[in-house]
């Protein structure tokens, strides 16, 4: 199974061709153009570099938020389109699961943050062990006061992930020494 995935729900956009599990290439750009003026060429350069047109691939994926509310328009407007045209599979994928997922085989809990502003993150939290992921926390917008209140019940290692790393490292590390 071929699968390109599509994702604009952060500041950056980015593509990926995947096949049977493994990841062929991935395009990324983070230059402060919309997702909308740079996303299908991306696909189509990845689908070309990787040696296969659009009607090899056999599905899409595309981050589905929490994010930007217009990125995640712009991504699911565009997995939609492709797909609609090439009658094949669309399905959505949780952003922060996504991310948690690429964290590889560690113990601890992996907690994908993003920035919300106004000293909110969107956030999920899972703990992982030896890279077999369990979910503690549904994909939520939460204050980084309540994150950090919640945190302080957590033993082990915290693991953070995504574009909201530095702010929560920041802002709960006197608090949280984990």
């Known amino acids: 199974m071929l699968i390109l995935a599509f994702e604009t729900s952060a500041k950056a956009g980015s593509v990926a061709l995947w096949q049977d599990g493994k990841l062929l290439g991935e395009n990324y750009q983070n230059t402060g153009l919309t997702h909308s ?58 952003t922060l699961e996504a991310m948690a997922e690429n964290f590889g085989i560690h113990d601890g809990y992996v907690l994908p943050v993003m920035d919300a502003r106004r000293n909110q993150v969107y956030n999920a939290v899972f703990r992982a062990d030896q890279g077999v992921l369990s979910r503690i926390k549904e994909d939520r917008a939460i204050s980084l006061a309540e994150l950090c209140e919640e945190l302080k019940e957590i033993g082990g290692p915290i693991y953070l992930v995504g574009d909201g790393s530095t702010l929560t490292y920041n802002t709960l590390k006197e608090q949280i020494p984990a």
Do not use: H, N
């Open 37 to 94: 003026q740079t996303l299908l060429s991306m696909a189509e350069s990845l689908i070309t570099s990787c040696g296969y047109t659009p009607q090899d691939v056999t599905a899409a994926a595309v981050a589905a938020g929490p994010g930007s509310f217009t990125g995640v328009r712009i991504g699911v407007a565009a997995a939609k389109g492709f797909t609609w045209g090439l009658e094949i599979p669309c399905c959505g994928v949780s």
